[in-house]
């Protein structure tokens, strides 16, 4: 098993949909937790960081932490053709090494 | 004013060549980082620089060797290349510390023939 699984989709949705994007994880001494938006021939651009549990909301963005479940989320409401893109998640643990380890991202198309 | 820029965008070359990909960031970062990205979008870390210091180097053949002339720029030289190195390597940086967020370069695009 992998340490973070994330389904690679393609995720396809109508334009104004609430999209949910999710990661689960092994490693329970993972604290902090980053979505990134990765567009087609681009680097990752950070979307959201949050550090432990919780909810943290940034425009159309949400995301969401249960760390007893080891599962992360990311929402995007109202969704434009713009959010067209793939979306990884990361994560990394409290002191050691800082190098966070990558989901291998969900593609999300949103059609017009 | 790009933050993290990485040249060149493209790299198409034979297997067995010698060649050098150049990051540079003015976000004013002490550390750097060189990533591989796989076909299957797995984002792998090879190196870690601080300060022009290694500190993380991953099982990455030693035909990879990166060099750190000054905080702001972290190169990578690949010998004698082959079919497997095809890929798109990230340079990418963030401040000094623990779990600082990264800011991503757009990559390099290498393809050997």
């Known amino acids: 098993q992998k340490e973070v699984e994330q389904d690679p989709g393609p995720l396809s949705v109508p334009e104004g949909a609430i999209v949910s994007l999710n990661c689960t994880y092994s490693n329970s001494a993972f604290q902090y937790f980053m979505w990134y938006r990765q567009y087609s021939r681009k680097g990752p651009e950070l979307l959201m960081y949050t550090y432990s549990s919780g909810n943290k909301e940034d425009g159309r963005f949400t995301a969401q932490v249960d760390k007893s479940s080891k599962y992360i989320s990311l929402f995007i409401r109202d969704s434009q053709p713009s959010d067209s893109a793939t979306y990884l998640c990361a994560m990394s643990a409290q002191g050691g090494s800082y190098i966070p380890t990558f989901g291998r991202g969900t593609s999300l198309i949103v059609h017009p | 004013d790009t933050a993290v820029s990485q040249t060149p965008k493209y790299l198409v070359t034979q297997m067995g060549n010698d060649k050098s990909i150049k990051c540079e960031q003015n976000?004013?970062?002490?550390?750097m980082y060189w990533y591989k990205q796989d076909s299957k979008k797995f984002l792998k870390i090879m190196f870690s620089y601080n300060n022009k210091e290694l500190i993380i180097n991953e099982t990455v053949p030693n035909r990879f060797s990166p060099k750190s002339p000054d905080k702001a720029h972290l190169n990578l030289h690949i010998n004698s290349l082959e079919l497997g190195d095809s890929a798109v390597y990230f340079c990418?940086?963030?401040?000094?510390?623990?779990?600082?967020?990264?800011?991503f370069g757009d990559g390099t695009r290498l393809s050997i023939l």
């Open positions: 976000l004013g970062h002490d550390t």
């Open positions: 990418a940086s963030s401040h000094d510390g623990a779990n600082q967020p990264q800011h």
